[in-house]
């Protein structure tokens, strides 16, 4: 437990000290045990096993092409664009480090081999492009004046070159949104204070869009932990918490605002700033398939919702069989390891086709269908819906993955992170792409939800315990995914959907950048 004196300094500097407190108390059960908690899993989604659905599929069997492009309207584009671009311009750092020791004939031949890996090819911004087009630097000013201007790539990766005409991530993303239509606004989660630079930045290019900036501020932070459990002082000040993000699970507190700002928005369309689609036709055509399926399902859950609300069983059953016509592949439920024939003889016979979705469609644990009551059937459909877009896995994905896994509450179905998987687990299912056929690429559709708490009650052991190095010593601190806390199927009702491959295209590293150009 923190003391009182540390709950008053962590609300004196706009830290959510309940949240934080929990973190707090997970960390010291870690250094208690030194275990870390993973997860074991059952099975793989694929399409075969019926836990992922082809969009492809999907987009011929309901009226896609007759239907206006209104249901955009519904979203808003949510970008995450605050991250730093330290993994991203990490080719750079031993030529930095050369310059900054004064090892210049290191740094002359680390120059030369970055021209050889095709450097000049990546995007970059005109300074850098301009320097390594001239010769090495042959004086202490000229090398001190290229650590200057390659510091450039170490900013919010948001504002920096993403294709070799200079376009931005951010303007891309912009531009991606465009030709998408008639979205209902577009959000960025910016760093902390840098709501005027990208409102400027917007400003020049998109001046009719209705866009929202929010900061990623010191309450979507926590704290770091020594060894010994205590919080770490910052360097600077001993009476200062070291305070540090809280990781892209803190998200899930500001989705509430993006629908108080966006009243007439039905839900976010979350695509990473870094992964560049591009405006290519067959890229937005898929991405408008993807959102048009998710609002047309969600038409069928607000019916049942309301008909629910009515206590009106029947009707709600109407709209429950609309949903299995086109989301259930009435295929042999081989995803589930367990019977469910239990659950379905709890309940009357006239709501099973409602039983059928949850289990079905969306995997719902097994002991959340043990309450028989109309009121439990309202609150599992009031879930949000979550359709992730999912990937091949082409062997060389290692990351996120969709996988039923054993949890107290039954098997949940989840977009599963690395840290959260054993390590006999990561032999199996990275060694042969048919043990994981799919790769979560953080594309996204969620319905708005108004209590952001309710993620972190319901997905308690979706949390990563991040170990790193401060002021030369270790140090622990609470992250969670937002992937993990919103893809699953204990808070959401979630769909796993195969998506083209070409709408994937991460630029994790800056040399990912010299194809970027072909989808622009």
């Known amino acids: 437990m923190l003391t009182p004196q540390e709950v008053e300094k962590l609300e004196q500097l706009g ?3 309940q949240r934080i407190s929990l973190h707090v108390e997970r960390i010291r059960n ?3 045990t030194r275990s870390k908690h993973t997860f074991k899993i059952n099975s793989a989604c694929s399409i075969e096993n019926h836990g992922v659905l082809e969009l492809s599929s999907l987009t011929k069997k309901l009226p896609f092409k007759t239907r206006s492009t209104a249901y955009l309207k519904k979203y808003v584009s949510f970008v995450p664009a605050a991250g730093a671009s330290t993994r991203y311009a990490q080719i750079i750092d031993e030529l930095l480090q050369g310059i900054a020791s004064k090892n210049f004939d290191s740094a002359a031949t680390i120059f030369d081999q970055l021209l050889e890996r095709g450097f000049l090819d990546c995007a970059l911004p005109p300074r850098i492009r301009s320097a390594f087009e001239r010769a090495v630097p042959a004086t202490v000013e000229g090398w001190e004046q290229l650590s200057r201007y390659l510091l450039e790539l170490k900013q919010t990766k948001a504002l920096l070159p993403a294709v070799k005409n200079g376009t931005s991530f951010l303007e891309i993303k912009l531009k991606e949104c465009e030709r998408l239509g008639e979205l209902g606004g577009i959000c960025f989660v910016v760093p902390y204070k840098g709501s005027q630079i990208f409102s400027s930045f917007c400003e020049k290019i998109a001046k009719d869009k209705n866009i929202l900036f929010l900061e990623q501020d010191l309450s979507l932070s926590t704290v770091r932990i020594n060894m010994t459990g205590e919080i770490v002082r910052d360097h600077d000040n001993s009476e200062d918490f070291s305070i540090v993000p809280a990781g892209h ?7 509430p605002k993006v629908k108080s700002f966006f009243s007439d928005t039905q839900g976010i369309f979350i695509r990473n700033i870094d992964n560049v689609i591009g405006t290519q036709e067959k890229a937005v055509e898929a991405s408008k398939c993807f959102l048009f399926c998710h609002s047309f399902l969600l038409d069928q859950l607000t019916a049942v919702r309301a008909h629910l609300k009515e206590d009106n069983v029947d009707q709600a059953k109407a ?3 609309t949903i299995l016509i086109h989301f259930d592949s009435h295929q042999n439920l081989s995803l589930h390891k367990q019977s469910y024939e239990e659950i379905l003889a709890l309940w009357p016979s006239h709501t099973h086709e409602l039983l059928r979705v949850l289990i079905n469609v969306f995997h719902t644990p097994l002991k959340l269908l043990k309450d028989s009551r109309v009121e439990n059937l309202l609150a599992l459909y009031s879930r949000p819906l979550a359709f992730f877009g999912v990937v091949a896995n082409t062997g060389k994905d290692i990351g996120g993955i969709p996988v039923l896994v054993e949890q107290p509450l039954g098997d ?4 599963l992170e690395l840290p959260h998987i054993s390590p006999d687990d990561q032999r ?6 048919k043990n994981a056929p799919f790769f979560n690429p953080s594309f996204v559709a969620i319905e708005h939800f108004d209590d952001p708490q309710k993620a972190y009650e319901l997905s308690p052991d979706f949390w990563i315990l991040a170990e790193k190095k401060f002021q030369g010593q270790p140090v622990y601190y609470h992250e969670s995914v937002i992937y993990e806390l919103i893809g699953n199927s204990v808070f959401a009702n979630l769909v ?7 709408l994937f295209n991460p630029c994790k590293s800056i040399e990912d950048t010299k194809s970027t150009s072909l989808l622009i």
């Open 496 to 502: 796993f959907i195969e998506i083209p491959r070409y």
């Open 428 to 433: 199996f299912y990275f060694s042969d792409p």
């Open 249 to 255: 699970g803190a998200l899930v507190e500001v989705i």
């Open 412 to 415: 949940t179905k989840v977009s």
């Open 15 to 17: 830290l959510n000290s």
């Open 30 to 32: 870690f250094l208690k």
């Open 319 to 321: 709209s429950a069989q």
